[in-house]
């Protein structure tokens, strides 16, 4: 409370004072406003030719999600490509530079995808019945099955049918009418971890993060990227080798 009073007491002298003085404010100098830089003119057909590149160049670059570039350092790059300059990234260390922003600039697109099955995911554990694995792949047994289990290099005979999270099926052996043989280092992580969890004889459910899924890409027109899935997998046979 006295700090306060203090500092309006403070003003309420710098106040009077000033009225007192009745020194005339001292005005700003004005700001000069930068003239607008001017329009380019296409003076040759070289000039519309290298307008148009540019223009097809950041056309095809913004549909991948990029917002901004440094395009001075684009122009660079450009010539130096261009000329034969020496170039300062070599092409291994391009190709990865190229696919972390873009890999970047996708999630940015799904960032509500990639929340929702969090979230989900974060609550589905806490279910009676669910069990989570280090990698983060999620199930619980629907049938306790009693038969051999399978290797990472086992062929099985299995019955499935696949949802997104909103409960869109986007897969199912079941109406196809008849069960799929594969080897189980051939198809995601999630099913590769999961399906040699199981006994012959089994049916689980699986919730499987994108990560252990088809990730960043999506598999096809029904699966998005950063999808979270869940499926359920009746595993009838382990074939061997």
Known sequence: MKKVFFTILISGIAVASFAQTKKPIAKK?????????????LKSS??????????????????????????DIL????KDAFTGGKLILDQQQAQECISNILTSANKSKFTG??????TFLEQNKKRAGV???ASGLQYEVLTAGTGVKPTATDSVLVNYKGTLLSG???????????????????????WTEGVQLMPAGSKYKFFVPYTL?????GYGPDIPPYSTLIFEIELLKVNGK
């Open 29 to 41: 100098p004005a700001t000069t406003a930068k003239p607008a830089a001017a329009p380019i003119a």
């Open 46 to 71: 070289l000039d519309s030719a290298s307008y148009a590149f540019g223009t097809s160049i950041g056309a095809s670059l913004k549909t991948t999600g990029l917002s901004t570039l440094n395009y």
């Open 75 to 78: 122009l660079k790059g450009l």
């Open 113 to 118: 995808q990639i929340a929702e099955g969090k």
């Open 131 to 133: 069990q989570t694995t």
């Open 168 to 190: 869109k099926q986007f897969d199912s052996s079941y109406d196809r009418g008849e069960p799929i043989t594969f080897t189980l280092n051939q198809v995601i992580k999630g």
């Open 213 to 217: 899924a088809y990730g960043e890409r």
